[in-house]
């Protein structure tokens, strides 16, 4: 009987394709580096919001500096506007000129050709379609899904990309290094890579089968994914 053939890849971003997890975490502690005493309650907000986007997160440490009394505003969504821009503006810069996941550039090469590829991401989605623009990386996916809300449910998501683009997320495999990756392709029974590295603990995963540092190997891995379909 012959295999079934992977209708889709999709890959996060941050910590898969490009190696910016410490620029998008350390871009909290520098947008509000000019509020003193604030570092203590950025890294609050980071650690208890693990999952939330940037628009949950700076939400979360403004709220946390008006009730200390280190900053003083009337309307906190006038306010969050203003420090996610200068997040975005940041981040953008940065992940932008940030040095690739070893392997990516000939992974999406490859893959590309044979299967349709895609980027979800947390990443709010007018970052990242800038980010995958300034990289010209745009050409090797067929669409880039990214954050639109403090609220942002990436299953929801993965099931309107596959609504949309006509695949079965069962014939999917999802490229991830980030809990929530993990946790939406269980939810959703899609074929899971785990990127390992310093933010997570797939290293100690063991129902995670399929496991790389980098996507040096990946187009090998995915044949032999496919051959096990």
């Known amino acids: 009987m012959a295999s079934k053939m992977i209708e889709a890849i999709i890959f996060d971003f941050d910590g898969v394709i490009v190696d910016s997890n410490r620029i998008k975490r350390g871009a909290y502690f520098k947008v509000f580096s000019s509020i003193k005493n604030s570092k203590d309650f950025v890294e609050e907000s980071i650690k208890e919001n693990p999952e939330k986007t940037r628009y949950g997160i700076i939400e979360d440490i403004l709220k946390k500096l008006r009730k200390r009394g280190l900053m003083q505003f009337n309307d906190l969504k006038i306010e969050k506007k203003k420090y996610i821009k200068r997040y975005q503006e940041l981040t953008e810069e940065e992940t932008s000129n940030a040095e690739g ?116 190997k990946l187009p090998e891995i995915i044949e032999n994914i496919e051959g096990n379909l």
């Open 101 to 216: 996941i070893k392997g990516a550039k000939r992974a999406l090469e490859q893959l590309s050709q044979k299967y349709p590829l895609f980027i979800l991401t947390s990443t709010a989605q007018e970052s990242i379609n800038g980010v995958v623009d300034a990289r010209n990386l745009r050409g090797y996916f067929k669409a880039v899904y990214g954050a639109e809300d403090k609220d942002y449910n990436k299953p929801e998501t993965l099931k309107k990309m596959a609504r949309r683009h006509k695949f079965n997320p069962k014939n999917a495999v999802f490229i991830g290094d980030g809990k929530s990756d993990y946790e939406c392709a269980k939810q959703l029974n899609v074929t899971f890579i785990g990127i390992v590295n310093d933010a997570n603990d797939f290293e100690t995963k063991k129902d995670i089968a399929w496991k790389l540092y980098n996507l040096d």
